[in-house]
């Protein structure tokens, strides 16, 4: 009896994914929608792991890739030539899958915005496209040192280079947030400093749409915003908290959480209060600690509301001015004398020009030649008085007596000014208290 045939399954058909509408789409090359090339997902792999792929000597949408210069956790940086052109660029690689495909859509919209910037601090954006397997970046490759080899080279920077070089990456990331693009990837590897000394950004908007999870100490997560840590939307601020860990490295030498475990490192950016940058330096002054305290605020509300405020504050730092940062983070002081709110930084009462701090602000247990007893609340104080035209009594500013000459009614007798000498008034012309001088 003859065998039965054999079932044969039929093919099944791929499941193509188009990324720009994120719909599937049968085994169509094309989106019906947006007529892109669509991608087979179920042949993605899980997580693709860039430290296994060499694509040195391959050719990838019209670029040569002919070195390896770094990898991350998702990508990998290459030196490659555009044939065409015969033009060197630095090119950035990420293997697609399953995890970085939802997101390919996000990198690509802001490599476009990128590509707009017209910044000579912003690495210019040549290339940004799928091409099987990849999804490719190219840029400009801007030679020099890397602000990261630089600081391993010579330490806790003075503060005026550390301000200066905060300043002049603040001036970058102000041109890119106007253009509706922040970084998102902030830290001293993507900072580079050529020989003439012009700092420029690189891989901007590249770190932004990355996922975000455990990967080891290898993936340089030392200068995410606590709002990255954990899953929250993120603006142009979360730039301003990478910067503040830069600026506390460049002053102190090292960061101010220098841990290694993901997980810890995610619960001391997320709950620790940072160290303030004095603890590290006594030399540091205390409105320049609190310009990086302000920029490392774990509430996003706390921070600058955009890198111009910042640059306003390190101007006034440098011209020797009130910083708003200190200002904010100090106590008003209140002068022991007439009572008046003064700023934290004054020394001098800004309304009797008495010394607000040190021994000499203890009243003296002596009357001085310019020192009177209120009437109203019995206190010695001196200047910055007023009297009643009337009664010629003598009032403080501690006591909130108001005198004739600003209400028109006196509180000691209780007559508008100008009225005569009242009985009161001429019994303390006999005995007192003294008219002011």
């Known amino acids: 009896m003859p065998n039965p045939p054999h079932e044969t399954q039929p093919d099944q058909e791929p499941n193509l994914y188009c990324v720009d509408c994120e719909i599937t789409v049968g085994n169509e090359p094309l989106c019906p929608i947006c007529e892109e090339p669509t991608l087979n997902r179920e042949s993605l792999p899980e997580r693709a792991d860039p430290s296994k792929l060499s694509p040195v000597g391959r050719e990838i949408g019209g670029f040569r890739i002919d070195e390896v210069l770094s990898r991350g956790p998702y990508g990998i940086l290459c030196r490659a030539l555009q044939r065409a052109l015969g033009r060197e660029v630095a090119m950035k690689l990420y293997p697609l899958s399953v995890v970085l495909l939802p997101q390919v859509k996000g990198m690509l919209a802001t490599a476009r915005k990128v590509a707009e910037i017209e910044h000579s601090g912003v690495a210019r954006l040549y290339k940004a496209e799928l091409a099987g397997p990849w999804l490719y970046i190219a840029r400009r490759r801007v030679v020099g040192e890397s602000l990261a080899e630089r600081m391993a080279r010579s330490g806790a920077m003075g503060w005026m280079v550390a301000a200066d070089l905060v300043k002049r990456i603040g001036v970058i990331l102000a041109s890119a947030h106007a253009a509706g693009v922040a970084h998102g990837n902030l830290k001293p590897t993507n900072v580079i400093v050529d020989e003439g000394g012009e700092?420029?950004?690189?891989?901007?908007?590249?770190?932004?749409?990355?996922?975000?999870?455990?990967?080891?100490?290898?993936?340089?997560?030392?200068?995410?915003?606590?709002?990255?840590?954990?899953?929250?939307?993120?603006?142009?601020?979360?730039?301003?908290?990478?910067?503040?860990?830069?600026?506390?490295?460049?002053?102190?030498?090292?960061?101010?959480?220098?841990?290694?475990?993901?997980?810890?490192?995610?619960?001391?950016?997320?709950?620790?209060?940072p160290p303030n940058p004095s603890n590290v330096r006594s030399d540091l002054s205390d409105p320049l600690c609190a310009i990086v305290m302000k920029l490392l605020e774990k509430e996003i509300e706390a921070r600058y509301p955009d890198v111009q405020s910042l640059l306003d504050d390190l101007d006034r730092l440098r011209r020797g001015e009130r910083v708003q940062a200190y200002l904010e983070r100090k106590d008003p002081v209140e002068c022991r004398f007439c009572g008046t709110t003064n700023a934290p930084d004054q020394q001098m009462c800004a309304i009797c020009k008495e010394p607000l701090r040190g021994t000499e602000v203890m009243l003296a247990f002596t009357q001085r030649d310019d020192e009177f007893q209120c009437r109203l609340c019995e206190h010695y104080v001196r200047k910055a008085v007023s009297a009643c035209p009337t009664c010629m009594n003598p009032t403080c500013i501690k006591c909130k007596a108001a005198s004739a000459e600003a209400s028109g009614m006196c509180a000691a007798c209780g007559r508008a000014g100008g009225e005569g000498r009242s009985l009161w008034g001429k019994i303390t012309d006999l005995f007192g208290p003294r008219r002011p001088k």
């Open 199 to 273: 700092v420029a950004l690189t891989d901007f908007g590249a770190g932004a749409e990355i996922p975000t999870e455990m990967h080891g100490t290898w993936s340089g997560h030392y200068e995410w915003a606590p709002e990255r840590w954990l899953a929250r939307e993120v603006d142009h601020r979360a730039d301003l908290y990478s910067l503040g860990v830069i600026f506390y490295a460049l002053l102190c030498g090292s960061r101010p959480f220098e841990i290694h475990d993901p997980r810890k490192l995610m619960f001391a950016h997320t709950s620790l209060p």
